[in-house]
């Protein structure tokens, strides 16, 4: 049998499978067991998803940004103030830029801690949606 004859007659014998006596009830039982991960991965997300709904609302309402002195520990001192000349040159930098493009009345300052989380939150899920909408361009 020449190279030639070979290739084909190998397609030939690879075309044609046995059929199984058993397949309709293998198939079944895969189609089982699919479902059956199907509806515990579906429950255990599920249930994820609300833990940790629960979670980020519990703390996000317990939010407590105390930047005062307090009487204790010299490095812990240090670093509230290190953190409020850092917010306070932040937002100097934001206001300069305000000004700039001509917004110089907007105040984030007057916003409490929560107006300015969900504002963020929101800037980000506009990112990620424009992410996934750049890739199902793509794919």
């Known amino acids: 049998m020449s190279a030639d004859e070979f290739d084909p007659f190998v397609e030939r014998l690879f075309a044609r499978s046995p059929t199984m006596p058993d397949a309709p009830l293998f198939t079944a039982r895969v189609e089982q067991q699919l479902q059956k991960g199907s509806r515990v991965r579906f429950l255990a997300l ?20 105390d930047l005062a002195p ?19 040159s932040v937002q100097s930098g934001v ?16 916003m ?7 504002i963020a939150a929101g800037a ?4 990620a949606a424009a992410g996934v909408m750049k890739l199902s361009q793509e794919i």
């Open 46 to 65: 599920s249930l994820a998803g609300l833990v940790g709904g629960v979670v980020a609302v519990r703390e996000t309402m317990q939010v407590d940004l």
């Open 70 to 88: 307090r009487q204790g520990v010299v490095a812990g001192d240090a670093l509230g103030q290190g953190i409020q000349s850092a917010s306070v």
């Open 95 to 110: 206001q300069s830029v305000l000004d700039q493009a001509g917004l110089g009345n907007l105040e984030l300052g007057s």
């Open 112 to 118: 409490g801690g929560m107006q300015l989380f969900w």
């Open 124 to 127: 980000l899920i506009v990112v």
